[in-house]
């Protein structure tokens, strides 16, 4: 077997968070032939991509590509990063792969390539052998036969709307940056008015913050001091298009109306539209470029909660706390909480919380539970909204969208301190674990921890040790030391 060597991986910026449902998704869908991530730049293809390949647990490579990449060249830099002989000819790469053992390769900028680097893309995905996937990071859709492939089940899509910033993840981002944030909706608002798009989102909180400025209206002031960044950006991303469809792209960032052909083309692209609601929209950020956002309305967003499980357990939105009837009320709505996707399946459920009891009498007390717990929300919220933050089918399932909680900060700050420690980060490592200590102060659900939670509240126990320690000075300094 050949042996594979290491890769040096592009540095990340300090407070990058590592966003748990990526890298879950990447994981998930290891299997695929072909990971296809396809959104406009900005959207934090390479930050996933990245963090994926960070993670000593996943034997990921990562190689992004040059403009006008050919095909001699792609099949060097993936001889390069894997560390075998370079292959003449696509023939003889799909033989050498076939030595590697179990790996995937991450190609980033996949759309950089010239047709004859396309083609090339394209056979890996479909002849290559079994013991080596892809992912390939690209802002068109139309990289390669897509559509044929998802039908055919060799590729899994990840798009846009995915790729976006959910609020639970903005306000750990906000956290990391040190913004000034006043009343939680201002994230929920910073969410909307970036659609999410990690470029917009990321960059507004951090000018916000290195101007010590509070977290209301960041994108507003990010986009009057950065108007010039923002188009200089645009520009040396449409130089890279058909000047025909460059030149409508920029009509309808300055507020042209245009044809829908056109812009379903640009969605298509990558170029900074989405389709949402049933129809195209510009993202917000970049929309209407020259006018001033300080003149719009404010927008119209639902709040979300902000839920704390560190202490006695708590849900708040717009100053209004739920009542809970019941203790288990609280718990249950803390274990859906802290399930990986905020979803928990009826069956799930029962035997986390109703494991020795009569089946019958069992889902006769999970549908007054959740009978309960759909009133103490919908006092808060309405029923008119309910369905927005919360559903109660099958599963029972959280938009996560919606709701800020604490212990999921927790846990994923854990995750990245862990992840830096292992690569050397030490510096950052801290950061992360001090934000921990932060979050943590008190125990989780105050130490009454019902039995369906136990292991969730080891595992954070066991993460806060290690934030402890992280972010103990002599640690640090042996570690820095050491090299």
Not at 39 to 54: C, D, E, F, I, R
Request: charged share 25%.
């Amino acid at each position: 077997m050949t042996r594979i060597t290491s890769a040096k991986l592009p540095k990340l910026a300090p407070d990058t968070i590592r966003r748990e449902r990526l890298s879950c998704w990447l994981g998930d869908h290891a299997d695929f032939p072909l990971r296809f991530l396809a959104a406009p730049s900005g959207s934090g293809k390479t930050t996933a991509l990245v963090s994926y390949a960070q993670d000593p647990r996943n034997a990921a490579f990562y190689l992004a590509l040059e403009p006008q990449t050919g095909a001699a060249s792609l099949s060097a830099r993936i001889c390069d990063v894997l560390g075998i002989e370079h292959a003449p000819n696509a023939t003889s790469l799909l033989t050498a792969l076939a030595e590697v053992g179990r790996c995937e390769l991450l190609i980033d900028e996949a759309d950089r390539t010239t047709p004859d680097a396309r083609e090339l893309l394209r056979r890996l995905v479909i002849e290559a052998p079994e013991n080596v996937t892809f992912a390939f990071a690209a802002r068109s859709r139309d990289l390669i036969d897509t559509t044929r492939l998802v039908s055919l089940g060799l590729t899994a899509m990840l798009g846009a709307d995915r790729l976006a910033f959910t609020v639970d993840e903005a306000a750990r981002f906000v956290e990391a940056a040190r913004a000034k944030v006043g009343d939680r909706r201002e994230i929920a608002r910073l969410v909307n008015d970036t659609d999410g798009w990690a470029f917009a989102l990321c960059s507004a909180v951090r000018d916000a913050a290195s101007a010590g400025r509070p977290l209301e209206h960041a994108v507003e002031g990010w986009r009057r001091s950065n108007a010039r960044l923002i188009k200089r950006f645009l520009d040396e991303i449409l130089a890279e298009e058909d000047p025909a469809i460059a030149a409508a792209a920029r009509r309808l960032f300055e507020g042209s109306a245009i044809g829908e052909t056109t812009l379903d083309v640009l969605e298509q692209r990558g170029l900074f539209v989405r389709y949402t609601e049933g129809s195209y929209q510009p993202y917000r950020a970049i929309s209407r470029l020259t006018r001033s956002l300080a003149a719009a309305a404010p927008s119209s967003v639902l709040a979300p909660f902000s839920v704390s499980l560190f202490g006695s357990p708590e849900a708040k939105i717009d100053g209004h706390t739920i009542e809970w009837v019941r203790r288990r009320d609280a718990h249950l709505f803390a274990f859906i909480a802290m399930q990986p996707q905020g979803r928990a399946g009826r069956k799930e459920i029962i035997e986390a919380f109703w494991p020795r009891a009569d089946r019958q009498l069992a889902s006769q007390s999970l549908r007054s539970a959740c009978s309960t717990l759909r009133r103490a929300l919908a006092a808060v919220v309405g029923y008119g909204q309910l369905a927005h933050y919360v559903s109660f089918g099958d599963e029972i399932a959280l938009n996560l969208e919606l709701f800020t909680i604490d212990a999921r900060r927790a846990r994923a700050h854990v995750t990245d301190a862990d992840a830096a420690w292992l690569r050397g980060d030490v510096n950052v490592a801290r950061e992360h674990a001090e934000a921990v200590l932060r979050i943590a102060r008190r125990s989780f659900l105050n130490g009454d921890v019902p039995p369906a939670l136990r292991d969730v509240a080891v595992l954070l126990d066991e993460g806060i040790v290690r934030a402890r320690r992280y972010a103990e000075r002599e640690v640090i300094t042996a570690a820095l030391a050491a090299g």
